[in-house]
């Protein structure tokens, strides 16, 4: 099932902050971060492990709720570089070595001056 | 180096025609991965190699076909395809070959119309 990414789109300017947030009705083994800018490829942003461990760049900051299955991703003092679809994937639980990693649709940011 | 190259940037094809794409890292990662992505959709995950060997196959036809000929090139085989096949497919690369517990690098994609 694939990831619930919220909201769909938002619009903001420059300095202002948003919060982006994903959530799966399946237990989660990690939650992804990428961002994606008009006709190029995504870009990680951050990793969120099981556990508490964090993998990412230092302006970013995520969190992952383990009780509720939900990660948010808190973009601060946005800039107009922040612009580009952000999608969050995960991989989930299972018995097997491999969960079935999935990319929720997508949340479009603007950033305008 | 921290690039993945993928070739050819674009590709048109006739549904009887065969083509690959082919895909190459050279960070000495572990795993690979073939994505599958549609005009304004994120891209769905399709194969994964770990350790050059097939680890995930997410139902994919049997019309894409993929190869792992050494732990820096990934293929993908092409035959027969539909007009609905038209996407970007997009290689990515992670160190680690055991679980998606790291960052993926993606390739800049191959644009694929069937026609």
């Known amino acids: 099932q694939q ?32 961002r994606q800018k008009h006709g190029e490829a995504p870009v990680f942003l951050m990793i969120l492990l099981k556990g508490g461990e964090q993998k990412g760049h230092e302006k970013i900051s995520a969190s992952f709720n383990e009780k509720k299955q939900q990660s948010s991703l808190y973009l601060t003092a946005s800039q107009l570089s922040y612009s580009g679809t952000y999608f969050c994937g995960t991989d989930r639980e299972t018995t097997d070595s491999w969960g079935k990693f999935q990319f929720g649709a997508g949340t479009q940011v603007v950033v305008t001056p | ?54 680890s995930i196959n997410e139902s994919v036809p049997s019309r894409f076909s993929p190869e792992c000929p050494n732990s820096s ?43």
């Open chain 1, 3 to 34: 990831p619930v990414q919220s909201p769909q789109a938002v619009i903001l300017r420059e300095g202002e902050d948003a919060v982006i947030n994903c959530s799966s009705s399946k237990a989660l083994y990690s939650v992804h971060w990428y």
């Open chain 2, 73 to 115: 090139l990934l293929n993908l085989h092409l035959h027969a395809l539909q007009p609905e096949d038209s996407a970007l497919y997009l290689c990515a690369s992670s160190q680690d070959g055991q679980a998606l517990a790291t960052e993926q690098y993606f390739g800049p994609g191959t644009r694929l119309t069937v026609t």
């Open chain 2, 1 to 54: 180096d921290t690039e993945v190259t993928q070739t050819p940037k674009h590709l048109v094809m006739g549904m009887t025609n065969k083509k690959s794409l082919k895909c190459e890292q050279h960070m000495g990662h572990r795993a690979m991965y073939w994505y599958k992505q549609k005009a304004k959709k994120p891209p769905e995950l399709m194969f994964v190699y770990s350790y050059e060997k097939l």
